[in-house]
Nanobody
Framework: QVQLVESGGGLVQAGGSLRLSCAAS????????MDWYRQAPGKQRELVAS???????NYVDSVKGRFTISRDNAKNTLYLQMNSLKPEDTAVYYC?????????WGQGTQVTVSS
């Protein structure tokens, strides 16, 4: 069983930056993919960014050019660098690790962007 713990959220002004981290209690090397999701109040959870063990990276259109996902297998940590933040980025951000037959979620970290 792997536990994922997000950190790095907070309150930031529009145009600012935050770096989210997702630390795993075990190895993330076995995860075929890792993702960042977000959920704003009253909205469905949204896939923001994905990174695959093959090296492929995907982003939702609304964050392309502003967010960067990365993973450090040696540190068992997933990152999300968020630049040029907008009020519409306000949400709880979750990390997810997936491998065949299992997936793991963190508890979430709040990101609030003020205008």
């Amino acid at each position: 069983q792997v536990q994922l713990v997000e950190s790095g959220g907070g309150l930031v002004q529009a145009g600012g930056s935050l770096r989210l981290s997702c630390a795993a209690s075990g190895s993330i090397f076995s995860f075929n993919r890792m993702d960042w999701y977000r959920q704003a109040p009253g909205k469905q959870r949204e896939l923001v960014a994905s990174i695959f063990s093959s090296g492929i990276i995907n982003y939702v259109d609304s964050v392309k050019g502003r967010f960067t996902i990365s993973r450090d297998n040696a540190k068992n940590t997933l990152y999300l660098q968020m630049n040029s933040l907008k009020p519409e980025d306000t949400a709880v951000y979750y990390c997810r690790g997936w491998r065949p037959l299992s997936e793991y979620w963190g508890q979430g970290t709040q990101v609030t962007v003020s205008s």
